[in-house]
């Protein structure tokens, strides 16, 4: 049983899959330092260990699970556990965050930081009970649904409290779209960058985690009074109320209020939505406000079809899965609900796998793939028959159709060709995500920028909505950042920060949706650094400032950011889907006919290299921006490969 | 004089947010008032995982007459005459388990550090630290005549699944009654 001086267990576990050892080491001072735990730490190690010349599926590529700093305390929604390893899916830095309590059963059992490396010559699973950690057979449990597969582990265990991360089908046929899931289908899911894929690759299925010992806390009364005071601006704040009356369906409001779905592949902007209000959902699908461990929030819901021919199907339904589902035309909660089951229990990424058959669908209504490629299949946008069912296919890797869309959307293009490569929406190779970005030219940099393919969850780029011009004068130097459509100075540098400052959630293991979304900017920084360093000094008995905190986040980016330099990608990468610069937005509302500016893209662009001191030709970094994080290790390691600006 | 409490699970299903969220920030910082860590292992109060959605909060029902209390020979386990509960004395306790085995709960159990049985004791004199911190306030300590109220509803639930039970069989023949019949 471990001491328990802080939120730190202070230890690293390694396993090795190929040669089944099993190693403890210290989780030593020059990795907790400079980037304090989480997302920071996994992806230090990844960059260390996993260089370019380790593809994705390699036995030599590492599984990464690091919960995040606070996890396991009892720190307001510090509920995240980051897991990393190089994606197969952009064969880059790819990592993908839980919220389930999982993370905090390891760091119970005494280790912040799990390492995985190497193949299993079989399936099996990895038990971590406390002291005993050993590796266990899992031919019994191989194909087994996430769900199943969690509730034979707690069968076979005896243990009623146990927490596992497992893999579905999708995961162990390899599917590029696929994700890890915690406690089976209706948890917490590690998903984006198919990591699940990997998991499958080294032939581990499960992690089943028990951990009895503590988790410290250095200086209770400051955690108590941050704590009330999170809770004061909780509970004024309309942004977590609404989180808490709708879960993350809220933001269909969002979505309608900007005109930006992004229905039917990125066609439509406006789009019929009205049968998926929040407020339907919630009087007749919802089964209660349910939430992550140690959230007050509650934003978490299981939905329930209650009549029709899915009765009874009851999923974990998030905003990305309504968005998604629109992508793909369907219209209905029955068939969003219906799908969020089947890629819950299958173990698939629901955005990856959303677009990708959103793809499908589009070269399907062009005809670049016709009845005899689907087996009959009538895989048109809105048909919700063929949405399940190529969903299923994919996770399965059934028929060659599916076999080539299970490896995304990017290389399902590629193999397809026939003109198909301009539905295929994805950045880096990873799909689109969250609102359509014309209309909004910061989220469409946002996206091009994200260390780990497109996405929402890597930046803020909203603030610009919250802020008022005399704010984003003080803080970025112009008013016009403030300014959604026509603003453009300030935006980069606006950009940068709110990169930074998510990447602050990601290392404590504090929830975005709780920490880094405000109604204002003012409760938005409170929340998102001033109390986030003041939870993270009383957890951990250091004294950071803000500007150490927020220096953090910019370092662990720029790591990643490296990881990605050496893995080839460069200024042209950071970009997005032609259709966002070429194709108007179709169905009207309000932002109907825009486009992505491509001069104002380059100019925010310009604007947030400059800030992030990367060189704004080549996109390259540069050693002055390393050294002033500390990063010299990683210029070392850029010059040495000649991808740092300058060498 | 104060009335003796209890801790009750004072939701209101009528609400989506008045039933347990399963968020266990009762399980954390009942384990940091009484050890001052964060440990789920170490709470007096359990949230019990029933199925998807189905959370269920979990503690000592503080009985009148406590099985734990009868089933320990070594006279751990102590009548509080200001809280008029009993409460578990370390000093004695010997972790020989007889009290896990005889409570009907299931709720007084070993802690994993210590080895030494715990039992919720309502934080002595301050607020019930699960009670304060529940976002959902489906926790409260009350007295015998609010916990009653609760305690009815509960009895009342169990004959309303009876009941739908019945009306869904077939021919609404019941087998217990026909049983009980022909004893007669």
New interface residues.
């Given amino acids: 049983?471990k001491s328990?001086k802080n939120c730190y267990a202070g230890k690293i576990l390694r396993i090795d899959l190929t040669s089944g050892s099993i190693n403890s080491e210290a989780l030593e001072d020059d990795l907790v330092g400079p980037l304090i735990g989480g997302r920071g730490i996994a992806s230090k190690i990844l960059y260390d260990e996993v260089p370019p010349e380790i593809e994705p599926f390699d036995p030599e590529n590492l599984l990464i699970f690091a919960p995040g700093a606070l996890h396991?305390?009892?720190v307001?929604a510090a509920s995240r556990t980051t897991l990393t390893c190089r994606s197969p899916l952009t064969h880059m830095h790819g990592d993908g965050h839980s919220g389930a309590?999982w993370g905090?059963e390891l760091k119970?059992a005494g280790y912040d930081v799990l390492v995985i490396k190497g193949r299993a010559q079989k399936p099996v699973t990895l038990i971590i009970d406390d002291d005993r950690v050993e590796l266990a057979d899992a031919d019994r449990l191989w194909g087994m649904l996430t769900s199943r597969t969690h509730t034979a582990l707690r069968d076979e265990t005896n243990i009623a409290?146990l927490q596992t991360v497992c893999i579905g089908p999708a995961g162990e046929n390899r599917v590029r779209l696929s994700a890890v899931f915690h406690n089976g289908a209706?948890k917490g899911v590690n998903a984006r960058c198919g990591m699940g894929a990997v998991m499958g690759a080294k032939n581990l299925k499960a992690i089943a985690t028990r951990g009895?010992?503590?988790?410290?806390?250095v200086d209770?009364e400051s955690l108590k009074a941050a704590y009330k005071e999170y809770v004061e601006i909780i509970n004024t704040d309309p942004h977590p109320v609404g989180g808490?009356?709708y879960g993350t369906c809220r933001f269909m409001y969002h979505r309608v209020q900007f005109g930006i779905h992004g229905a039917e592949n990125w066609n439509y902007g406006a789009y019929p939505w009205e049968k998926l209000d929040p407020e339907i959902f919630?009087s007749d699908y919802?089964?209660?406000?349910?939430?992550?461990?140690?959230?007050?929030?509650?934003c978490?819901r299981?939905y329930?079809v209650v009549s029709g021919p899915f009765a009874g199907t009851?999923a974990?339904v998030e905003w990305e899965t309504i968005a998604r589902s629109l992508t793909c035309g369907i219209k209905e909660p029955e068939g969003v609900i219906a799908w969020a089951n089947i890629c819950n229990h299958y173990g698939l990424d629901i955005e990856g796998t959303g677009d990708t058959v959103a793809f499908a669908m589009e070269c399907f209504e062009n005809g670049i793939i016709t009845a005899k490629d689907t087996d009959g299949l009538s895989l048109r946008f809105g048909d919700t028959e063929a949405f399940l069912e190529i969903t299923r296919r994919i996770a399965m890797r059934e028929g060659d159709l599916a076999d080539t869309l299970a490896e995304g959307t990017k290389r399902a293009a590629e193999t397809i060709g026939a003109g198909s490569e301009r539905f295929a929406m994805h950045v880096k190779g990873g799909e689109m995500t969250a609102g359509d970005p014309r209309g909004m030219p910061v989220r469409a940099v946002s996206y091009a920028t994200s260390t780990r393919g497109s996405d929402h969850l890597r930046s803020n780029p909203y603030i610009e909505e919250i802020m008022k011009p005399e704010e984003a004068l003080k803080w970025w130097g112009s008013e016009e950042a403030a300014d959604i459509a026509k603003g453009l100075k300030g935006k980069g540098r606006m950009l940068k920060f709110s990169e930074d400052l998510v990447t602050i959630g990601d290392i404590l293991g504090l929830c975005k949706f709780a920490f880094y979304r405000s109604a204002t900017f003012p409760w938005l920084y409170q929340k998102g650094v001033t109390l986030a360093t003041r939870f993270y000094n009383a957890c951990s008995g250091r004294n950071l400032s803000e500007e150490e905190m927020l220096l953090t986040g910019e370092r662990v980016w720029n790591i990643e950011k490296a990881y990605n330099t050496r893995c080839g990608a460069s200024r042209a990468d950071d970009t997005i889907p032609q259709r966002f610069f070429k194709e108007a937005l179709k169905g009207g509302g309000p932002s109907g006919g825009t486009v992505v500016d491509r001069e104002k893209f380059e100019a925010i662009l310009n604007e947030y290299y400059e800030d992030r001191k990367f060189d704004p030709q080549t996109g390259l970094q540069t050693r002055a921006g390393l050294e002033r994080l500390g990063l010299n290790d990683v210029a070392d390691d850029l010059a040495a490969r000649g991808k740092l600006f300058g060498n | 004089m104060a009335k003796k409490k209890r801790i009750i699970y004072t939701n209101r299903p009528w609400e989506a947010t008045g039933i347990c969220s399963g968020c266990r920030l009762c399980e954390l910082y009942c384990s940091l008032q009484a050890n001052g860590t964060f440990n789920p292992y170490r709470s007096r109060v359990r949230v019990v995982e029933m199925a998807t959605g189905i959370d269920i909060p979990v503690t000592c029902q503080q009985c009148q007459d406590p099985a734990c209390q009868a089933a320990c020979e070594f006279d751990a386990i102590v009548f509080d005459p200001k809280l008029k509960i009993v409460v578990v004395s370390e000093e004695n306790c010997t972790s020989c388990q007889a009290c896990v085995g005889a409570c009907p709960y299931g709720i007084i159990t070993m802690d994993p550090v210590s080895n030494k049985a715990i039992k919720c004791d309502l934080c002595g004199d301050s607020e019930p630290a699960c009670v304060e911190i529940c976002p959902s306030r489906v926790l409260g300590a009350l007295d015998d005549l609010a916990a009653a109220e609760f305690n009815r509803r509960r009895a009342a639930a169990l004959l309303a699944i009876d009941d739908e039970l019945l009306r869904a069989r077939p021919g609404g023949e019941d087998p217990v009654m026909k049983k009980l019949e022909k004893k007669g």
Avoid: E, H, L
Avoid at chain 1, 286 to 298: D, E, F, L, N, T
């Fill in positions: 049983m328990a396991g305390t009892g307001p309590q905090g119970r409290d209706d009895t010992g503590d988790i410290g806390v209770i808490t009356r919630r919802q089964i209660k406000a349910g939430s992550c461990v140690a959230c007050p929030i509650r978490r299981d329930r009851t974990k």
